[in-house]
């Protein structure tokens, strides 16, 4: 019989029990009442980064909550974390120096592409007219040459670059795959986030970008956004032609390699002498559990030997058993 079972029992045979028991009884109410208050206000895991993968992330944190509800999450924007305590760092470029040091551990949680794109209307592309182009084409237009050579037979056109500031991820990983510092990239800074590039190309009939495949294209239908068009690579057709849809592009950028379009990891940075086994289930859930929403928001599986790898690097630096 519970306690208050025996008290509701006395109670019924002796009022004078319940008066002596009363004071025991409200303070083992009292303390029940502070500790499932404790239980509920634990410090939450604040998660920071780069933004366009805040959507994923809030996904992640939606999901993994149905199955762990005691567990609480905090996504703040890198400008809200002065007075912050951070646990995971989110960068979506290979980890520089400063970045890392010796309790500091980068966690690969998938990938993501980025697109070389205009305005459908854009000029420069139909000044064209059917030349494709490869790797050092991509170089000049975005890091050298602000007139480019359309066709031997016509006079070279202007083409005006548009990019975010040189310290974000996608400038500095769109530069690092093309062997250069986001410094080199040529053209017009764009205030603001990475989306804030697309509507600055379509006012532009000669402005390119470049830009991730969450933000090119639209959720639902999948398709690229209304006014905005791939600039034509030289690749085969059949991947030319799944650049029209998203779940075509992923599906080829896991397989292939292509020249053209940078495909960088994204990386949680996190405490190597982490002591919040929460957290530490919380990443390895993103690594074997939460691959299967990355598509829904436009970013690449890691590769089946990567995650092993992450699974296993996590289990031996964070001591998850």
């Known amino acids: 019989m519970s306690l208050f079972s025996r008290i509701a029992v006395n109670g019924i045979n002796g009022g004078r029990i319940i008066r002596a028991t009363s004071s025991k009884v409200f303070m083992l109410l009292v303390a029940l009442v502070l ?6 206000a634990q410090t939450p895991i604040v998660i920071t980064g780069t933004k366009f993968t805040y959507p994923l992330l809030s996904k992640w944190i939606a999901e993994y909550s149905k199955e762990n509800p005691q567990v609480q999450f905090l996504l703040v924007s890198k400008d809200d974390t002065s007075k912050k305590r951070i646990d995971i760092s989110v960068i979506a470029h290979l980890p520089e120096n400063n970045e890392l040091n010796e309790t500091k551990q980068s966690i690969y949680v998938n990938k993501f592409a980025l697109l070389p794109v205009g ?59 093309f062997g250069r510092d986001a410094s080199e990239i040529r053209g017009k800074k ?11 190309v379509k006012k532009d009939s000669i402005g390119i970008t470049f830009n991730n495949l969450g933000y090119l294209y639209d959720k639902n239908t999948r398709r690229l956004k209304d006014g905005i068009a791939v600039l034509p690579l030289d690749v085969d057709k059949s991947i030319a032609a799944s650049f029209d849809n998203v779940d075509d592009a992923i599906s ?46 436009g970013f690449l599986n890691l590769d089946k030997e990567i995650q092993v790898e992450q699974s296993q690097e996590l289990t031996e630096l964070l001591s998850l058993k």
Do not use: M
Request: net charge positive; with cysteine; proline share 2%.
């Open 35 to 40: 500790l499932t208050s404790v239980a509920r």
């Open 119 to 177: 305005s459908s209307t854009n000029s420069y592309v139909k000044s064209l007219k059917g030349r494709t182009l490869d790797r050092k084409d991509i170089v000049k237009l975005y890091f050298e040459e602000s007139i480019f050579e359309t066709n031997k037979n016509k006079k070279p056109s202007p083409v005006n670059v548009y990019s975010r500031s040189n310290k974000v991820c996608s400038s500095v990983a769109f530069a690092n795959f």
């Open 190 to 200: 764009v205030v603001g986030d990475d989306i804030c590039l697309l509507s600055s």
């Open 252 to 297: 080829i950028l896991e397989k292939e390699k292509i020249e053209t379009i940078p495909v960088e990891k994204v990386s949680f940075l996190v405490d190597k002498s982490i002591e919040n086994k929460e957290l530490v289930k919380f990443l390895n859930w993103v690594i074997n559990n939460g691959q299967q929403f990355n598509h829904e928001f």
